[in-house]
């Protein structure tokens, strides 16, 4: 009872978190390159191409595509696998991932990272383009027209997403330049505003004390200091001396 239990318990775990159901399967070491061909299946001079291609994308548009080309992958979901390698090899603004199993219905593709969820992609959307993507791809003729057919597509799409988010940055950062020019603008209006109303207030001010000083030595009343007479030579107020003099008489001389 305890195993029935156990067991259900693992397959609910694989169907909610995606586990592959075997554990043969690991994933490659990543590669120095964008492609990852551990058998081989591409010709020297296919891989060199597919590796010049890749790079001059990442670098030249900033798309990153991881080309992967796997000999078997034991019962494992080519979903999961994808998305394993999205998720570990990737750059994490945005990667996609092509998948491809020699003989194996092929090929499988995958994209992700923070511009999706900054454009507002639906996953929906995502999982039917990528659906019709895989579709188109296995029309081809030869797996390695599928392969290249699966990769432009993929390019295609991704040059576009990341167009269309560059473009949102364009026009948010021209948003904000326009809105701190106009701020900064009536910033240093509001300043030279309160310049001029401080300078006059300052002016208005001054010119108030002024009149107000000029009005009150004008009115205030002027007297002068109380002064006390003094005495000058035994008299109170005239001054003058005691002396007295004595003229001789003409008949005394006589």
Not at 134 to 149: A, D, V
Not at 162 to 168: D, F, I, K, L
Not at 237 to 254: D, H, I, K, M, T
Request: glycine content about 6%.
């Amino acid at each position: 009872m305890m195993r029935w239990i156990f067991a259900v318990i693992l397959m609910l775990s694989a169907l909610l978190y995606g586990e592959p159901e075997s554990s043969v399967f690991s994933l490659p070491d990543k590669p120095a390159s964008l492609v990852c061909d551990p058998a081989q299946w591409l010709t020297t001079h296919e891989s060199r191409e597919w590796e010049s291609k890749l790079e001059t994308w990442k670098n030249d548009v900033g798309v990153e595509i991881h080309l992967v080309i796997l000999p078997n992958l034991h019962g494992t979901p080519p979903e999961y696998v994808v998305r394993e390698v999205a998720r570990r090899w990737g750059d994490a603004e945005l990667c996609g991932v092509v998948l491809l199993v020699p003989d194996g219905g092929g090929p499988w593709l995958w994209w992700q990272g923070e511009v999706i969820e900054k454009v507002q992609l639906d996953p929906r959307a995502q999982r039917e383009m990528i659906l019709r993507m895989e579709k188109k791809s296995r029309s081809e003729l030869t797996e390695r027209e599928r392969l290249g057919s699966a990769v432009q597509q993929l390019s295609d799409t991704l040059r576009l997403i990341n167009a269309q988010w560059q473009r949102v940055n364009h026009l948010r950062d021209k948003w904000n330049d326009n809105i701190f020019e106009k701020w900064s603008q009536e910033r240093l209006q509001r300043r030279a505003r309160w310049v001029t109303v401080g300078t006059a207030a300052i002016f208005l001010s001054l010119l108030l004390v002024w009149w107000y000083r000029r009005q009150w030595i004008h009115r205030r009343k002027h007297f002068f200091p109380r002064v006390t007479a003094q005495r000058r030579f035994g008299a109170p107020y005239a001054g003058g001396s005691g002396a007295v003099v004595s003229l001789p008489s003409s008949r005394s001389s006589s």
